[in-house]
């Protein structure tokens, strides 16, 4: 086996890939163009930011979107954060290669997405400025790998995001979401508390029912979020 970067598993994850190529993932600057010209709003998600915007940012979404079960599951958003190493207020100002490992057969691949955050407010753990965090690239592909990067980098979200992070101990310094998709929150498309790493096609890890039970209620913005795990 080929290993492109030293690999030990360390995510808490048992993964089911949906659907999707990293070919069909990683859109053109055309599209990008024709989507910002729409200028449309779209309220349910953010008053404050286009319908073009958002999409953009779904299109960002859509390359770290995965099924996933965390082995850790938390009951509450309170409860995993207090068994986070770190819960942050943050801006994503980048993407980067992550951990990738090519095996023997060509499809036998698998790649990471870190993203490069700034900290705007810490709302429990340590005091860092910066960090990353790895995300699973679960449509990519050893031919589609760059292409994605590039994609992402063209369509960083605007808005904050609220992160319950795990240090890794196989790459330290970088980070994982704890609790799985649960543990990475902004407003999207889909609405504005929303855990955009879980992908449109896995059932009971987003929506009012799975925000009810983890939040203790249905939250109406992102400041909610944040004041509730600052308490």
Not at 19 to 41: L, N, Q
Not at 68 to 76: D, K, L, R
Not at 88 to 116: K, M, S, T
Request: proline share 3%; hydrophobic share 40%.
């Amino acid at each position: 086996m080929t290993i492109l970067r030293t690999h030990v598993q360390a995510l808490t994850l048992t993964l089911t890939l949906v659907g999707g190529c990293g070919e069909d993932e990683a859109r053109s600057d055309s599209e990008s163009t024709s989507a910002s010209a729409t200028g449309a709003t779209d309220g349910s998600a953010d008053t404050g930011t286009s319908h073009a915007q958002l999409q953009l940012e779904a299109e960002f979404w859509q390359q770290v979107a995965i099924c996933g079960e965390a082995a850790e599951a938390y009951s509450t958003a309170i409860e995993a954060s207090e068994n986070s190493d770190l819960t942050v207020v943050a801006h994503i100002v980048g993407v980067a290669p992550g951990n990738v490992v090519q095996g023997d057969a060509p499809e036998d691949f698998y790649a990471e997405v870190n993203l490069q955050l700034r900290v705007d407010v810490h709302l429990r753990g340590g005091d860092v400025g910066a960090l990353e965090v790895s995300a699973i690239a679960g449509h990519a592909t050893a031919t589609t790998y760059d292409a994605i990067l590039e994609s992402m980098a063209r369509r960083i979200p605007a808005g904050p995001v609220v992160l319950l992070l795990d240090e890794r101990a196989d790459f330290p310094g970088v980070y994982i979401t704890t609790g799985g998709d649960l543990g990475l929150w902004t407003r999207t498309l889909r609405g504005p508390v929303d855990n955009p790493i879980a992908a449109d096609a896995c059932l009971g890890h987003y929506g009012d029912e799975v925000h009810a039970s983890f939040f203790g209620g249905v939250l109406a913005e992102l400041d909610e979020l944040i004041g509730l795990l600052a308490s």
